[in-house]
C-alpha cells in the first residue's frame, strides 16, 4: 500500500529543475510531501486535496490527478538547500488519518 | 520548549530484552504515529492513535506494543527486541484530519 515514488535518486547542479513523482495503485484523497535532511525528522511540505489543485511553496510546487493516482513535485531553480530526501505520503487506510509514505527519492544539489 | 520530543536519543540493547521508546506532545494534537524507517524502505507506519485509548495497526505492527492513556503521551514497546528492530523510529502527530505531521527528532536504536 505504499506510493511508488520515483526516481530513487537525482543529482542536480544549482539552478536547475527537477520532477519527483508519487503514484498510488489505489484511490487518493490526498497527498503529503515532506522533505527530510540526513540525520534529522522530516519536514512538511505541502498537502495537496482532492480537486487537482496545485500548491506552491516558494520554488517548489506540486500537483496532484486523482483520477490518475498520482502526484508530482516540482522543483525550480535548484539551491542547495534543496538537498534531501522527499517522501510523499498517502493515506493508508481510507477515513483513518494515517499516512503511508513512499520508499524517499534522494535529491542531490551541487554547485 | 512545547512541541515533540521523543527518548531516548539513542539506544542499544540487546536481542530479547523489553525496551520502550517514549514519544510526548505538547499540543494537546488528537492523533499521533509511529514509525520506523530503514534505507531502502522509506518511513513505515507501525502503530496510529486517533486518540486516547484508541490505537490501531499500521503497516509493519508486530513485535510492538503501543498504549495511549493519556493524549499527550503515546509509548512504543519493543516486547522481546530482535537484530530486525534496529532502525530509526520516528514519532509524529497532527492536530486533525489531513493536517501537517510533525516529527520528533527519532530514536536510533541498536539491537545487538
Known amino acids: 500500500q505504499q506510493p511508488v515514488q520515483s526516481p530513487q535518486a537525482v543529482i542536480l547542479r544549482e539552478g536547475e529543475d527537477a520532477v519527483i513523482n508519487c503514484s498510488s495503485s489505489?484511490?487518493?484523497?490526498?497527498v503529503h510531501w515532506y522533505r527530510q535532511k540526513h540525520g534529522e525528522a522530516p519536514v512538511f511540505l505541502m498537502i495537496l486535496l482532492k480537486g487537482g489543485e496545485q500548491k506552491g511553496h516558494e520554488k517548489i510546487s506540486a500537483s496532484f490527478n486523482e483520477k490518475k493516482q498520482q502526484s508530482s513535485l516540482y522543483l525550480t531553480a535548484s539551491q542547495l538547500s534543496y538537498s534531501g530526501t522527499y517522501f510523499c505520503g498517502t493515506e493508508g487506510k481510507t477515513g483513518a488519518n494515517n499516512l503511508f509514505f513512499g520508499t524517499g527519492t534522494r535529491l542531490t544539489v551541487i554547485p | 520548549d512545547a512541541g515533540i520530543t521523543q527518548s531516548p536519543r539513542y539506544k542499544i540493547t540487546e536481542t530479547g530484552r523489553q525496551v520502550t521508546l517514549m514519544c510526548h506532545q505538547t499540543w494537546s494534537h488528537s492523533y499521533m504515529f509511529w514509525y520506523r524507517q530503514d534505507l531502502g524502505h522509506g518511513l513505515r507506519l507501525i502503530y496510529y492513535s486517533a486518540a486516547a485509548d484508541i490505537t490501531d495497526k499500521g503497516e509493519v505492527p508486530d513485535g510492538y506494543v503501543v498504549s495511549r492513556s493519556k493524549t499527550e503521551n503515546f509509548p512504543l514497546t519493543l516486547e522481546s527486541a530482535t537484530r530486525s528492530q534496529t532502525s530509526v523510529y520516528f514519532c509524529?502527530?497532527?492536530?486533525?484530519?489531513?493536517?501537517?505531521?510533525?516529527f520528533g527528532s527519532g530514536t536510533q536504536l541498536s539491537v545487538l
Open positions: 509524529a502527530s497532527t492536530g486533525g484530519y489531513n493536517e501537517k505531521l510533525f
Open positions: 489505489k484511490a487518493l484523497y490526498s
